[in-house]
């Protein structure tokens, strides 16, 4: 994104991806707007911001993204993390990434509609270059994980199903309203517990429960995803990427049997991965409901794998498919260019 202060209050915004071009003002009630959708990311956060800091100037803004749309890898975390950005450099805003993430989360929440948490935001906001980072989503405590794949000799490989994924018309808050009636139903049931959350539950807990069969299911998945980040977390730190694959097989099961987010063409895509030479691990990534799979690919085995996996799920579905070699990057960066020979 780029930008530059404007002399009024006027927010002017240029999509270089879509060629179009957005406009609304600040200081009044920001409206959603309904011929532009992508640029509700950025109403929203400029109407967040409006309520938390006294309203200034507004910005002429153009911005592209490679991160492809609607397909499950927070594509508008960093159109919102990147709006946040440049107006708190334009403004000068004493907002820390923390603060600036949870603006933007909020964003998403009640301007967009989708009740996402906090994950995207953040790392969007807060990445470190060739690390992974491990989010307690309750305390905000974090944890940049060496990922060491260089070392390893292991690539990522990012799948586009090909299948557009859009949250706020998917059950995506669905899934949250019935982790929430989950957690009503445990605390109930097991007053003596301290449960703010259902990363809270025991296994002993939901498994004895008398939850309704759908609800016992998406505990299971919360509860042992809970374990396997862990477990991911002590695996990279053995530089143990077998493990890591393993956990990255059983994630992509329980998304599937149990928070039931998967898509057919997902699972083949995950099926076709999990039995290629080189793959050490596949699953889902984002929400669900279409979009992505992340795999765990030996390098030398790469380019096999774009042959053996992605044609072959091109020919199968035909849908076509798109393969992304991904590496861990850094978080939101402001640079000015008038100090950079600009």
Not at 242 to 270: K, Q, Y
Not at 276 to 305: I, K, P, S, Y
Request: net charge negative; with cysteine; charged share 25%.
């Amino acid at each position: 994104m780029a930008f530059a202060p404007r002399e009024d209050c006027n927010v002017r915004v240029w999509s270089m991806d879509f060629d179009e071009e957005s406009t609304f003002r600040l200081g009044n009630r920001i409206q959603r707007s309904v011929q532009t959708a992508w640029d509700n990311y950025i109403r929203g956060v400029c109407s967040g911001l409006t309520e938390a800091f006294e309203p200034r100037r507004g910005l002429d803004m153009s911005v592209t993204s490679d991160v492809p749309l609607g397909a499950g890898l927070s594509s508008s975390a960093a159109l919102e993390v990147a709006t946040a950005g440049a107006f708190r450099a334009a403004w000068q805003l004493d907002l820390d990434d923390e603060r600036l993430a949870l603006l933007c989360q909020r964003a998403e929440n009640d301007f967009v509609g989708v009740q996402c948490g906090a994950m995207d935001q953040l790392v969007s906001a807060l990445a470190r270059a060739d690390h992974a980072l491990l989010i307690d989503c309750r305390s905000l405590e974090r944890e940049h994980v060496p990922l060491l794949l260089d070392e390893l000799g292991v690539a990522l490989v990012v799948v586009d199903s090909g299948l557009p994924r859009r949250l706020e018309q998917s059950d995506y808050n669905r899934r949250r309203e019935e982790c929430a009636g989950a957690l009503r139903l445990l605390r109930a049931e097991l007053p003596d517990r301290q449960l703010a959350a259902l990363c809270d539950v025991a296994v002993d807990d939901f498994e004895s429960s008398s939850l309704p069969e759908e609800l016992l299911r998406r505990v299971r998945h919360v509860v042992t995803e809970q374990k396997r980040v862990e477990c991911a977390v002590g695996a990279l730190g053995a530089s143990d990427i077998e493990r890591f694959g393993t956990l990255m097989n059983e994630s992509h099961a329980s998304l599937r049997d149990d928070f039931d987010v998967s898509t057919p063409e997902l699972d083949r895509l995950v099926e076709l991965a999990q039995v290629q030479w080189g793959v050490m691990g596949a699953r889902l990534t984002g929400a669900g409901f279409g979009g992505c799979t992340v795999n765990l690919v030996q390098e030398e085995a790469v380019d096999a794998f774009a042959v053996d996996v992605v044609e072959r799920y091109a020919n199968e579905t035909a849908v076509t498919a798109r393969m992304l070699v991904c590496r861990a990057a850094d978080g939101l960066v402001c640079i000015d260019w008038n100090r950079h020979g600009g």
